[in-house]
């Protein structure tokens, strides 16, 4: 049962409706509106990974949160645009007397250059779940300080025995989702059903086609279409997919990862390979536009909270994690941005309409694969995701 009423009183004023995300663009609206409503040491959007924010934080009455490498009232978090409501940060904020600057990105391989660039001042990234081996290869993540986190039980049994992951030493969940096709119905019709319609759009859907900016959806989701396996590696089989979709290019509007919602909403994209709660934000502001998993199967992901070897903040790190772990935390982040929830003491705090909607929460025997990576594959995949966007 989730805890409710007098028991956890500050958490209490987690539930109330959710307001909006805080995306690419709107970052700094929101950081202006935290500023303003005087939330505890918040001094704005400062960029973690540039090293302009190791000033000292303000001193605060209590004593500093165990764990931490820099004596600092501060949390770094690096997340995916798109991925928040605009409470849950200050919120958090208030109860800790923490500081948080939030800086987003749009793409695994992004993410992945930033970290493999040097050392950065973030205390939280949230690479997807099949980047996870990549990150312990090559040393970029360190164990969590589980001793911080007893929320840990809330977390439904399919994320904590994982096989990137098992019992949640270096990650814990922050949300999970499917790839699939956001479309507009009056402009691509009712019956989009297929990876046919943007791996081989017609005509009259040209420039309003969009294609993910990630080497994982794109090289997989293209596999799925030509009947391959998603986990191939094959000369051939990627030979293949290149073609196809350099093929299509002149009929692509481009690819991204964090322009669609927008463009989606504003009808200026037709027909948009994407995740499903990022289409479900465009439905949002859009009735016309509707997500599918296409026929052929897709890819399911979860995207995973760790801390960067070395991070600053450790100690805070795991504060927060704990603090997402709880349910209404959850709820209020899920409710949001339309993804699936891995605490399900979340659900009954959910909309029944998210719960029972089978494009956030697919029956089991919908086609979806979790991708691996492991072996030459993202080598493989980036070549020949390069020489498609070239
Ligand atoms: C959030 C997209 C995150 C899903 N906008 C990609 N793993």
């Known amino acids: 049962m989730v805890r409710a009423g007098k028991e956890d009183p500050e958490l209490n004023m987690l539930v109330g409706p959710p307001d909006r995300p805080v995306g690419r663009r709107s970052f ?30 303000t001193p605060a009455a209590g004593p500093l949160t165990v764990g931490n490498r820099r004596d600092e009232r501060v949390l770094n978090i690096y997340n995916w645009s798109d991925y928040i409501d605009d409470r849950t940060i200050p919120l958090f904020q208030a109860l800790t007397n ?20 040097g050392p950065t001042d973030y205390d939280i990234i949230v690479p997807t779940n099949n980047f996870i081996p990549t990150y312990m290869k090559l040393d970029l993540i360190e164990p969590l300080r589980q001793d911080l986190m007893p929320n840990l ?25 499917t790839t699939g096709i956001g479309f507009n119905r009056k402009r691509a019709g009712d019956e989009v059903d297929s990876w046919a319609a943007v791996f081989e759009p017609s ?9 993910l900016r990630e080497v994982t959806d794109l090289i997989g989701c293209a596999l799925i279409y030509l009947g391959r396996s998603p986990n191939s590696i094959d000369d051939a089989d990627l030979a293949d997919v290149v073609k196809l979709v350099r ?37 949002d502001q859009n009735e016309d536009v509707s997500y599918v998993i296409p026929k052929e199967g897709s890819l399911r992901f979860v995207d995973v909270m760790a801390v960067p070897k070395g991070a600053p903040h450790p100690g805070n790190a795991a504060r927060f994690m704990n603090y997402v772990l709880h349910p209404k935390v959850q709820a209020r982040i899920s409710s949001y941005v339309s993804y699936g929830t891995p605490v399900s003491l979340a659900k009954p705090l959910l909309p029944p309409d998210q719960t029972k909607d089978p494009a956030i929460y697919p029956p089991a025997d919908t086609k979806l694969s979790i991708l691996t990576l492991t072996g030459q594959k993202l080598q493989k995949w980036q070549a020949a995701y390069d020489e498609i966007v070239k």
Not at 35 to 47: E, L
Not at 203 to 211: I, R
Not at 254 to 273: C, K, N, R, V
């Open 28 to 57: 700094l609206q929101v950081a202006g509106m935290l500023a303003a409503a005087g939330v505890a040491g918040y001094v704005g959007g400062t960029v973690a990974g540039t090293g302009d924010d190791d000033r000292p934080a």
């Open 98 to 117: 923490l500081r948080v600057n939030y800086d987003v990105y749009s793409s695994n391989e992004d993410l992945l250059a930033r970290m493999r660039s």
């Open 153 to 177: 039980t809330n977390l439904d049994k399919e994320f904590v025995e994982t096989d990137y992951d098992p019992g949640n030493r270096y990650t814990v969940p922050w949300q999970w989702g």
């Open 203 to 211: 005509s009259a859907m040209g420039g309003h086609v969009t294609l």
């Open 247 to 283: 093929s299509i290019k002149p009929k692509l509007k481009g690819f991204t990862t964090d322009t669609y919602i927008d463009e989606l909403a504003a009808s200026e994209t037709w027909l948009a390979q994407g995740w499903s709660g990022d289409v479900f934000q465009a439905q």
